[in-house]
């Protein structure tokens, strides 16, 4: 396809997405600033059930308001490679933007920007002005549909932990890339992450990352959002957000700062899922990143896998 091809050719590539990653083939068009991305919202994650008897958890991030709270994503286009403001704010049933969070994690929102094809990856902590409006300056490199996924607990009592998400459009010269193939090893910037453990749809399983650089291991790790590493896990395909839950904390007199980082993490369904796991050390986060496949419960088809490190470039902080 030629550089004039329209944005017709862009959208049929993303509703492509939405049942597996991006495929193989050659680069389309350029993508034009005054398209807006489509809206998701009418996900509820029901694909998440009914798997072999057991009972999943919820996903996140498939849904744009959830128990009172929107994502009001201000910023809905992008340039790829250019720097711009990322703005949003959250709002409760009344309309107004929430100005009161429970701080996790170190901080009171967690923003989380995807490519649906998994190959970009950016944890951000954005900053929130009075009026509730949050924003943190954005470069994302490629052309193509991004989900922003926040995660955040409001202030209010009994409000529960909440992943909303709302799609991002970047424009420019859109090429598809393939999802990176499962393996077990990762690098990034002169380390070595090693992936033990499995995904299994409806249950709980340990996954443990070993991080060695030079071939010994990291003892030294520093304490990253409350804990020796922060473990993001989204599944290929609708980007469900999973909820992942590390295992101790620094200073609970157990928990050694490397070279194993481990994590308690439950499949919603069987499929392909990406891990990106953010580690400390020497005083800058450096992100990992696996492909790993989660197969039906009970046949014995689920497998820990990673990514190979070229996708690691595309990983910021």
């Known amino acids: 396809m030629h550089a004039g091809l329209k944005i017709t050719a862009f959208a049929a590539a993303l509703a492509a997405t939405f049942g597996t990653a991006y495929g193989v083939g050659q680069g389309v068009g350029p993508l034009t600033d005054d398209e807006t991305p489509a809206r998701h919202d009418a996900h509820t994650g029901d694909s998440e059930s009914g798997h072999s008897g057991h009972e999943s958890p919820p996903a996140g991030g498939l849904q744009i308001s959830e128990n009172g709270y929107t994502l009001d994503l201000r910023t809905t286009r992008l340039a790829a490679g250019r720097t711009a403001d990322l703005r949003f704010a959250i709002r409760g049933d009344d309309g107004r933007a929430v100005t009161a969070f429970r701080r996790e994690h170190d901080k009171e929102l967690h923003l989380i920007v995807a490519s649906r094809d998994l190959n970009t990856y950016r944890h951000l902590h954005p900053t929130r002005a009075a009026d509730g409006t949050w924003s943190i300056p954005v470069s994302l490199p490629r052309a193509g549909g991004y989900r922003v996924f926040a995660d955040f607990t409001p202030e209010k009592k009994g409000a529960e932990n909440l992943t909303l998400g709302a799609d991002l459009a970047v424009s420019g010269t859109y090429a598809p890339q393939n999802l990176p193939a499962p393996d077990t090893t990762a690098t990034t910037e002169g380390y070595e992450v090693k992936l033990g453990g499995a995904l299994r749809p409806g249950a ?84 990992a990143a696996f492909t790993v496949r989660a197969g039906a419960a009970g046949t014995g088809e689920e497998a820990s896998e990673e990514a190979p490190h070229e996708s690691s470039g595309e990983h910021g902080h």
């Open 204 to 287: 709980a399983r340990e996954l443990k990352l070993t991080v060695s650089r030079n071939g010994r291991p990291v003892t030294d790790l520093q304490p990253y959002l409350g804990a020796y590493g922060h473990l993001v896990a989204l599944r290929s395909g609708d980007l469900a957000y999973l909820h992942v839950h590390p295992g101790g904390e620094p200073g609970d007199g157990s928990t050694e700062p490397g070279p194993d980082i481990s994590f308690t993490a439950t499949a919603p369904s069987s499929g392909t899922y990406r891990l990106f796991l953010d580690f400390k050390h020497e005083g800058k986060v450096h992100t």
